[in-house]
């Protein structure tokens, strides 16, 4: 999807607007901003994404796509404050921990983790949003009894043999399900999310 987004395909671009946006504009209204001071962060986060998408290279150290675009949001957030005349950069305990929401190992150099925030850049969970909305958009890619033998053996956690029996197919089919639904889910974050 990354190399498709670089390439223009207007498809692409959706997903990852789909796929990220919400977590653009939670970022924004942790850094304070009101809601439509976010959606307006949130839209010049994508714009500056569109331009200089081509920059981000996955393959460098500690690079995420989550970490790289939360450093823009961090920026944008900052340029709207700057542009109002709002001091960003007052002293204490409360703008500590507004600037340290935006802490990102990209931007300040860090290779650990601290416990607030994940080695890539964002908060806890955040991944496994982002994989849900993948999820849920790649749903409507494949039949019913497909996605229900993905579903029930990657993530309920049943064997493949329990629901072969019960989705009525052949276990073989069954592992191809999941195979199948994970197969897209890995070639549809690649360059975006680590996966398994």
């Known amino acids: 999807m990354l190399n498709a987004a670089r390439g223009g395909q207007p498809e692409a671009w959706q997903r990852i607007v789909q796929l990220y946006g919400p977590l653009v504009y939670g970022w924004a209204r942790k850094g304070g ?33 989550r970490g790289w675009l939360r450093a823009i949001v961090r920026n944008k957030v900052v340029d709207l404050l700057r542009a109002r005349g709002t001091e960003v950069a007052r002293g204490g305990t409360a703008n500590w921990q507004l600037l340290n929401e935006f802490h990102s190992p990209e931007l300040n150099g860090a290779d650990g983790e601290s416990s607030e ?80």
Do not use: N
Request: charged letters at 30%; hydrophobic letters at 40%.
């Open 33 to 65: 901003l009101a809601p439509v001071d976010a959606a307006d962060v949130t839209q010049e986060t994508f714009t500056a994404v569109a331009t200089q998408l081509t920059r981000f290279d996955e393959h460098r150290r500690g690079a995420t796509f």
């Open 117 to 196: 925030v994940a080695a890539d850049g964002g908060q806890p969970g955040e991944r496994e949003r982002i994989v849900s909305r993948a999820l849920a958009i790649m749903r409507t890619h494949f039949d019913k009894s497909t996605w229900q033998a993905f579903w029930r053996t990657a993530i309920d956690g049943c064997s493949p043999e329990s629901v072969a029996e019960e989705l009525g197919i052949s276990r073989w089919a069954v592992y191809k399900a999941r195979s199948r639904v994970l197969h897209r889910l890995r070639a549809d974050l690649k360059g975006l999310e680590e996966l398994p």
